[in-house]
């Protein structure tokens, strides 16, 4: 089980994933990004003055937040995964980290988060919690807000809410969230990873 999280990488550096790079940096992450664009790196880099991860070799991740788009050029409906998986199947032949978490920030369709979990052959810890932001107001509108989180398994669920580290049972006793490594941003967990692959709850960006 993870108890520490020390390096970040966000995959996908497009309006949502050069929001959520920006958010994790000024938490306190040691974080990187990765993109295959290399507009994208550029601009982030330009923006967040990231750290560029050339490969998933070289750096010891233990958190990788996916937020790959799946957006169809002429129809949002359904999802594209094809370049998620690829980017999965990358992470599975790449990655050193046993155990790391694997974030899906993405807008997937049902059954997806099991599929990366086979590919990734069950090394990583894998929840999906899909984004919520509205790039017209970003402080408002942004990252922060409460999600809908599922994970593939119970400990699964489990790195994925320590990670993010509060909850909204958390939020309404107001009891004290995780005091270290941890984003404090409000997940409410799903019962199983399906319910939380189908809860739309991405506004218009």
């Known amino acids: 089980m993870l108890s520490r999280f020390t390096k970040i990488l966000v995959i996908g550096l497009g ?22 664009k290399t507009e994208a790196i550029d601009r982030a880099e330009k923006i967040a003055e990231i750290k560029h991860a050339v ?8 958190v990788f937040i996916i937020s790959v788009s799946t957006n169809q ?18 992470i599975s032949n790449e990655a050193k980290k046993e155990c790391a978490l694997g974030s899906i920030e993405s807008i997937i369709p049902k059954g997806t ?42 400990c699964c669920l489990k790195a994925g809410m ?8 958390e939020i309404y006793f107001d009891i004290t969230p995780f005091s270290y490594n941890s984003l404090g941003i409000p997940r409410h967990s799903a019962s199983n990873i399906e319910l939380a692959e189908i809860t739309k709850i991405r506004t218009a960006i």
């Open 15 to 36: 309006k949502l994933g050069l929001t959520v790079i920006k958010y994790v940096k000024e938490s306190g992450f040691d974080v990187y990004g990765y993109d295959i």
């Open 55 to 62: 490969d998933f070799v070289s750096e010891d991740f233990n």
């Open 73 to 90: 050029p002429d129809n949002i409906f359904p999802p594209q995964i094809e370049g998620l998986l690829s980017t999965v199947n990358k």
């Open 113 to 154: 988060s099991k599929k990366v979990f086979e590919i990734l052959n069950h090394r990583f810890h894998v929840v999906h919690s899909a984004h919520r932001w509205y790039s017209l107001d970003e402080k408002e509108q942004g990252v922060n807000q409460l999600h809908v989180i599922g994970g593939v398994g119970d």
């Open 162 to 169: 320590q990670y993010y580290g509060v909850t909204e049972e």
